[in-house]
């Protein structure tokens, strides 16, 4: 038995970004008030978006600097500011950017409304009460984050990288326009549509199955294969396709494999980013996932695309430990691949050995 | 730009059926209060799913007579001996059937808090404001009518066959429970789950198109494909199949093209059902759909299922004009696969040529 939750509604198509005001102001389920802009700190260099954008007195833009994965502790700091910038809630929250963004938008809406602190929602269905309305702009496409029901944060004290899984981390809404992807650099947007193809695959060769998941993920990956396999993956027509295989993947939103718990240990202990994170963690795993492996080599070569070598070779014993420690606790996903003993399979020495090769 | 709407949440798998009481006693998005359960007639001499619904003192189970299709008098009817049953509004309906029963549950949830009559709304976005709360159980799949953005009806005082389209014609939940359609007669699983290929592949064949609904329904003819062409298209593998084919399908909600506006007019005309209506009307269409009509043709007799034939020789000039009106009116779709010159195409002799040839 699967339960799903879906976003209740998207505008989709080149132009949508000319398009907010119109939401904002006519569509009756969007409450009135002050709107917060969260927006990746990129567009702070790169306003031309930024102009479509409606801003009155009462509205604010935050940039989000997403140099390093959302922490709870910005997100605790992001609320604050807001807390006492406004002097209330804010009746809308519109997140602007990649995943990290995105997940950060939904990481203070929920806890603007619920009170305390980030990691107090980290893990499964935490969320007392639904967050602030919240409309999703992502301006890449990849990570699931606009349509899935989690919002991945890492908390530095802790080391523990978990997401609030909730209905209440849902976005009421998106606007989705491709023409925002088609400046992002290759290799970003590479790493980041990749994500999808991993998230969906390792969900497709699990042993957690569901039909629907299985139809999302199933369709997401022939996306992906049009996309990186056939001609350019930035032109107009790949761009469109990358965003809708990024919408189902996160819609599917399945269990992942071993990439994901990889990819997590990497960018809790050496700060990689999500997306190039997965696609070094692949690099060792084709032992596991052969055919996914050649095609994901494929695909990189189809593109262009040369992905960093080297990293293993100057980890210290230290960064191993570390980097195991990360990965293990990511009990889901690794047995949902490997089984319930999958600690007798992916030994330290084993797991050394995978970070080593990478 | 396509604006897309999605049913927020689903619960999926065999055995859904049994978790009714839980949704509505303990989802905090269901209102409480009276439920009002909607079921097709069928359920009358089969009643062992009826005993999964809990209905408490203050509850309604009204039988839907789905023997002709959905009317508009028939929505005006329900809706008015509910109003005066209960002396009030449900909280919640719950429509339990195949598509005739889940389009008169959204008409009559979109009746009970608009007020006025069925016809006043039908067209595109006359719904004032949102509908009863409203969950759908389908017990056929392909119809769509569970996620799609509308609910079909027929006025027989003016021969009209048309929907309240409408986001507020949306269901809120659905539960899925593929066990339902285990014990569908054979010819009317197949009619019903070709409506999906149909209006799928009608989609993909039009003019009028968008990558996210040509995404959904690549999908959901993929899965038809699996469903009708291998293996049985009963079995539980395949009925999982088929009502996610048929979830996509109503998803993805395109514009349809010329089987959909002639098996209309059998509807409205001779009170063909709209699943065989299809099927007859895709008869005659080789020459508008030739790949489609072989894989149609070949999908029946992998089922051993025999269309009837023949029809074509009864009809009346009369009936043959009357098939012609009903049909020629639904421009959106005839133009979409004909441009706008449709009726210099689709001319009053080619039409009756196809009927005839029914």
Redo the contacts between chains.
């Keep these: 038995?699967?339960?799903?939750?879906?976003?209740?509604?998207?505008?989709?198509?080149?132009?949508?970004l000319g398009?907010v005001e119109e939401v904002l102001r006519t569509d009756p389920r969007v409450p009135a008030g002050p709107v917060v802009y969260l927006v990746d700190h990129f567009f702070a260099g790169h306003t031309a978006p930024l102009d479509k954008l409606p801003r009155r007195a009462m509205d604010r833009l935050v940039f989000i600097d997403t140099t390093h994965e959302p922490s709870t502790g910005q997100v605790d700091q992001v609320a604050a500011g807001l807390r006492s910038d406004l002097g209330g809630l804010p009746a809308v929250i519109v997140g602007m950017g990649g995943g990290a963004t995105l997940d950060m938008a939904k990481a203070v809406s929920n806890l603007l409304t619920n009170g305390g602190q980030a990691s107090d929602y980290q893990g499964w269905d935490l969320v007392k009460v639904p967050g602030v309305y919240k409309i999703g702009v992502p301006t890449l496409s990849g990570t699931g984050s606009e349509t899935s029901r989690t919002c991945v944060l890492t908390n530095y004290e802790t080391g523990v990288k978990l997401g609030m899984n909730s209905?209440h981390s849902v976005f009421d809404q998106l606007i989705l326009d491709p023409e925002l992807t088609a400046t992002v650099p290759r290799e970003q947007y590479f790493h980041t549509g990749l994500d999808t193809y991993f998230h969906c695959m390792e969900t497709l060769n699990g042993r957690t199955r569901?039909?629907?998941v299985d139809?999302y993920s199933?369709?997401a990956i022939e996306?992906c294969r049009q996309v990186f396999l056939q001609g350019d993956m930035q032109d107009q027509a790949s761009r469109?396709?990358l965003?809708?295989a990024s919408?189902?993947g996160g819609a599917a939103a399945g269990n992942t494999g071993l990439v994901h718990p990889l990819s997590a240990g990497l960018s809790v202990v050496l700060g990689v980013h999500h997306g190039l994170a997965n696609c070094l963690a692949m690099g060792p795993l084709a032992e596991y996932y052969p055919a996914e492996h050649a095609e994901f080599t494929a695909m990189a070569r189809a593109q262009g695309i040369v992905l960093p070598t080297g990293l293993g070779a100057k980890l210290s014993e230290e960064q191993i430990a570390k980097l195991h420690a990360s990965c293990i606790v990511h009990e889901k996903p690794l047995s949902n691949h490997l089984g319930d003993d999958f600690k007798a399979i992916l030994t330290p020495a084993k797991m050394a050995a995978l970070f080593r090769a990478m």
Tied chains: 1, 2.
């Design positions: 038995m699967k339960a799903i939750r879906n976003v209740a509604s998207y505008l989709f198509g080149a132009g949508a398009r209905d569901n039909g629907i139809a199933e369709k996306l469109e396709k965003m809708i919408l189902m």
